[in-house]
Each structure stands twice: as structure tokens, then as C-alpha cells.
């Protein structure tokens, strides 16, 4: 195996001029999703919800997909100070992390903390990531950390993204750390 793929897998680095809390305001295209910066680049946010929807003022709120930067977790190990707090209030919404160049096959896995919802991971190639599918690829429990991992191989579209999205149309409340996606060799 060789070295993680993910920058900033333990959410060490923050914005500047950030007090450990990311706003994903941002301006999703018109299709009613977008890419936006949470706390810890080079993560960024995917959101379903298009804030600019003309939906009643509390769900306009519920749109957006706040995240924070939180003290270490038991999981953290001895150099990581930071885990990620992301809120989701839509589904196939969360973390998402590319990288060039792909490979045809990676191993991946990342610590999860749910407190509500479910969660599930997925690396593929752009948007085929499969959200979930694997066995080990989605929480099962909330109030406890657990890890979810998953393995992905294909010669033809080989893996360049992880995600970390709630499963559910409730979306989801989840902590994370220590995101790994290594290639196998």
C-alpha cells in the first residue's frame, strides 16, 4: 500500500481567518446543487438543497450544510487536534474529496461519529462512487464511533473521489476523522 491520497485527512488545516466553523453559504448552480468550502480545505461540501429555492424560511436554513472544526477524537491519534462536525438536512449530501491522478484501485476508510441519520462512503470515479453499497460503507449505529471502509478497483474508470454523504432523505449529523484512500499495488 502506499501513502493516503486525501489531503488534510485529519482536518488539521483550516481556512484563515476562520474560528473553526465553515459556512457552506455559498451560490449552488442552478440545478439545486453545489460544491462548497467547509472548514477544512481541500474538503469541500456537496449540497442537493439549493438555498435559493423558493421554499419557506426555515427550510432555506435547513439547506445549507454547516460544518465545524471540533477538538480531537478518541480516534484522532497522537498528532491530529481537529475532527469535522457536518449537518446535512437532505440526502447524497456531505464531504467530498477528488485527487488526480486516479488509480485503478484503492482501499478507504474513515472514523464516523453519527448522531443522527446514517451515513455512508464511496470512491469511484467522479460521481460513481457508490454511495453505501459496499458491506462496511454505511453507519450502523449513532452515539458511537465506528469506521466504514470500502474497496474499489476498476482499470477502466479508475477511483479520483470519496465522499462521506448522509443516506436518507432526513440527511444526517455526523463527526469525522482520520479519512484515509490509499492505492493498492
Same mark, same amino acid.
Given at each position: +500500500?502506499?501513502?493516503?491520497?486525501? /489531503?488534510?485527512? @485529519? !482536518?488539521?488545516?483550516?481556512?484563515p481567518?476562520?474560528?473553526?466553523?465553515?459556512?457552506?453559504?455559498?451560490?449552488?448552480?442552478?440545478?439545486?446543487?453545489?460544491?462548497?468550502?467547509?472548514?477544512?480545505?481541500?474538503?469541500?461540501?456537496?449540497?442537493?438543497?439549493?438555498?435559493?429555492?423558493?421554499?419557506?424560511?426555515?427550510? =432555506?436554513?435547513?439547506?445549507?450544510?454547516?460544518? $465545524? /472544526?471540533?477538538?480531537?477524537?478518541?480516534?484522532? @491519534?497522537?498528532?491530529?487536534?481537529?475532527? +469535522?462536525?457536518?449537518?446535512?438536512?437532505?440526502e447524497? @449530501?456531505?464531504?467530498?474529496?477528488?485527487?488526480?491522478?486516479? =488509480?485503478?484501485y484503492?482501499?478507504?476508510?474513515?472514523?464516523?461519529?453519527?448522531?443522527?441519520?446514517?451515513?455512508?462512503?464511496?470512491?469511484?470515479?467522479?460521481?460513481?462512487?457508490?454511495?453505501?453499497?459496499?458491506p462496511?460503507?454505511?453507519?450502523?449505529?449513532?452515539?458511537?464511533?465506528?469506521?466504514?471502509?470500502v474497496?474499489?478497483?476498476? #482499470? $477502466?474508470?479508475?477511483?479520483?473521489? !470519496?465522499?462521506?454523504?448522509?443516506?436518507?432523505?432526513?440527511?444526517?449529523?455526523?463527526?469525522? #476523522?482520520?479519512?484515509?484512500?490509499?492505492?493498492?499495488?
Open positions: +500500500m502506499s501513502n493516503n491520497l486525501l /489531503l488534510n485527512h @485529519g !482536518f488539521e488545516h483550516i481556512l481567518n476562520q474560528l473553526l466553523i465553515g459556512t457552506t453559504v455559498a451560490k449552488p448552480p442552478s440545478n439545486g446543487a453545489g460544491l462548497m468550502l467547509p472548514a477544512s480545505p481541500p474538503w469541500e461540501i456537496w449540497s442537493n438543497r439549493n438555498p435559493a429555492d423558493p421554499i419557506p424560511e426555515i427550510q =432555506v436554513t435547513a439547506a445549507l450544510v454547516p460544518t $465545524s /472544526l471540533l477538538p480531537h477524537s478518541p480516534h484522532s @491519534g497522537p498528532h491530529n487536534k481537529h475532527m +469535522m462536525l457536518i449537518c446535512t438536512h437532505g447524497r @449530501g456531505g464531504l467530498v474529496q477528488t485527487w488526480t491522478p486516479a =488509480v485503478p484503492v482501499k478507504a476508510s474513515i472514523c464516523v461519529y453519527v448522531l443522527f441519520g446514517q451515513v455512508g462512503i464511496g470512491v469511484g470515479n467522479g460521481g460513481n462512487t457508490g454511495l453505501g453499497a459496499a462496511g460503507a454505511k453507519s450502523t449505529t449513532t452515539g458511537q464511533w465506528e469506521e466504514l471502509t474497496e474499489y478497483q476498476s #482499470d $477502466s474508470a479508475p477511483a479520483n473521489e !470519496f465522499i462521506v454523504y448522509a443516506i436518507g432523505a432526513a440527511g444526517a449529523c455526523f463527526c469525522t #476523522d482520520n479519512a484515509s484512500v490509499v492505492s493498492v499495488t
